[in-house]
């Protein structure tokens, strides 16, 4: 199997020293993230997060089937994370790495077990049929960060995904291309996200936001805290690594917090001005006779 | 280098034999990029441009891309990956096989002097030999001087960046401002930059080591080369942009 390419002891060593001076090879302040953009694609629900070089494609879909026999009120959520050998040559397809393990271990907790889709808003007939929402979460290329730039992807796809609308009449169901009848959104209950420390030093008393692929390497422990813009926490991640003292384990909560308000923003925003982007102008403009040309 | 022509080349075209340099004494020299068909053929692989030099009588293609193929005499930028009976084993780039470095291959190295060095040490070093079907083979010692000539281990202070090929390749021109249209490290040693002092070692293999004391300017000279190799930035361009993080990082 092959592996990654390990950082010289000179990039490693200088990685070190240099976030000792408050410094990062790329400029940022200790708590910045790189230039975060995201773009929704022509289709419902594709989401495009780029966070510096790293690249992640989220897409949902859903499908009608029939609901697992423990739970026939449940609607089917699933995440489906592929870290490809496009991204690092050490990924191969079909043997999971620790790393996408993690990743998708990390997203459930954060977006499914959190109830961020409201599943019982899933079922059509209980115990005979339930939409089965799947969200394929794509690396396309990685530069450090996935958890953090996934679960934004997960969470926009989601929010930007449209199911088709259905109706039940005597006990007929009858689902609607999207021609005869709008899709509907999910029934979406609140957004969380990834925020992930990194730390450096000793006894893990660098705190870094954001650490780029370089310094994911270098790092002796991390922590992925998930959480609302109301401040309640989904689920707080320590694998392994480095002890680290508590009471900066609160103040890294409180700068995360920040950082998920701008996040909703940001995708509130994104959200509207594709919705505006899509809005040829209503009903009327849709009645209208007249052609374009 | 003095050339004569430059024009665009596909793989597989058919060279224009007026471009090929014809000096009656000297043997037609082919470099990177060309390949001879016997008997007549010379046949682009890459696509770029192609570069003649009628003093030398030599031709080559100059191109950019990210995989490095060593060759040999190429100045490279080295990293141990382990030590084995009499030589080291160094990776060149991820993707290139593992390169030997002779355990005697310093300057004034014998069995009992030779330098020690652990995994993951840079080296900055020359390909001595580098054939198709073998790997390569590094020197940090010339073989005809028995002088290191500023090649050997690299220590002290500092970070190795990764940039593309053809940007190492231009930086390591003799005058990388007038030819290669790279004038970023003299501006950050000089006015623009304040009087930066840094020193660098650029290797073939798309790696450039900066060492300075202070560590503040060891990352701007690294951004300024990344950006400018990302960007494609002119001279002019260069110039802002070395302003602009000297003025950050103050």
């Known amino acids: 199997m092959p592996r990654e390419a390990e950082p010289s002891l000179n990039e490693k060593q200088f990685v070190i020293q240099a976030l000792q001076e408050n410094l990062r090879l790329d400029g940022r302040e200790l708590d910045q993230y790189r230039p975060l953009e995201l773009t929704f694609g022509d289709q419902y629900g594709v989401a495009d997060v780029t966070l510096g070089n790293t690249r992640i494609l989220a897409k949902a879909t859903a499908e009608v089937t029939v609901p697992y026999a423990d739970r026939p009120l449940d609607g089917i959520f699933t995440i489906a994370t592929e870290l490809s050998p496009m991204t690092s040559p050490a990924f191969e397809v079909n043997r999971p790495t620790e790393t996408e393990v993690l990743l998708s271990r990390l997203l459930e907790k954060t977006v499914r077990r959190s ?23 794509h690396a396309l290329s990685h530069d450090g960060n996935l958890t953090d730039a996934a679960c934004l992807a997960v969470v926009a796809a989601l929010r930007h995904f449209r199911k088709p609308d259905t109706s039940m009449e005597g006990g007929r169901l009858t689902v609607y291309t999207p021609a005869e009848r709008e899709p509907v959104p999910l029934s979406w209950l609140h957004s969380p996200f990834c925020v992930t420390w990194s730390f450096f030093g000793d006894e893990g008393e660098l705190a870094v936001l954001d650490a780029t ?43 995360a917090l920040t950082k998920v308000k701008e996040f909703s923003d940001l995708v509130d925003q994104k959200l509207a001005e594709d919705l505006k982007r899509r809005d040829k102008g209503g009903f009327m403009a849709e009645l209208r006779a007249e052609n374009d040309r | 280098m003095a050339t004569a022509e430059r024009s665009v080349v596909l793989p597989g075209e058919t060279i224009d034999p007026s471009l090929i340099p014809s000096d009656p ?51 490279v930028l080295a990293q141990v990956l382990r030590s084995a009976t009499d030589f080291y084993l160094c990776s060149l ?49 010339s073989a005809s001087t028995g002088k290191a000539d500023g090649l ?38 000089g006015e623009e930059g304040g009087g930066l002092a840094f020193e660098t070692a650029v290797g073939r293999n798309g790696k450039v080591w900066v060492g300075s004391e202070s560590a503040r300017t060891v990352v701007l000279v690294g951004r300024a080369l990344q950006e400018t190799d990302r960007r494609g930035l002119g001279i002019e361009g260069q110039r802002r942009l070395v302003k602009k993080l000297v003025k950050e990082m103050r």
Request: glycine share 8%.
């Open chain 1, 115 to 137: 109830g961020a889709l409201d599943t019982e808003s899933l079922c059509l007939v209980a115990g005979q049929k339930c939409w089965s929402v799947r969200v394929d979460v």
């Open chain 1, 213 to 255: 692929w370089l310094e994911e390497q270098v790092r002796v422990g991390s922590c992925t805290i998930s959480l609302n813009k109301h401040g309640e926490i989904c689920q707080i991640a320590k694998l392994g690594g480095t002890p680290v003292d508590a009471v900066a384990l609160l103040q890294c909560t409180n700068v």
């Open chain 2, 25 to 75: 004494k000297k043997a037609l020299r082919l470099g990177p990029g060309l390949r001879h068909i016997p008997p007549t053929d010379i046949v682009p692989t890459v696509a770029g441009q192609l570069v003649t030099n009628p003093v030398k009588n030599s031709m080559w293609i100059e191109y950019n891309s990210n995989r490095y193929i060593p060759s040999q005499n190429d100045i």
């Open chain 2, 93 to 141: 780039s991820p993707h290139t096989a593992p390169a030997t470095l002779p355990h005697l291959a310093f300057e004034s190295a014998t069995k009992k002097t030779r330098p020690i060095l652990s995994p993951g040490q840079l080296v900055y070093a020359r390909v001595a030999l580098a054939n198709r079907h073998m790997d390569p083979e590094l020197e940090c010692v």
């Open chain 2, 152 to 189: 050997g281990p690299i220590t002290g202070p500092g970070c190795a960046f990764d940039v593309s090929l053809g940007f190492a390749r231009r930086l390591l021109m003799a005058r990388s401002r007038e030819d290669g249209g790279v004038g970023v490290l003299e501006m950050l040693g």
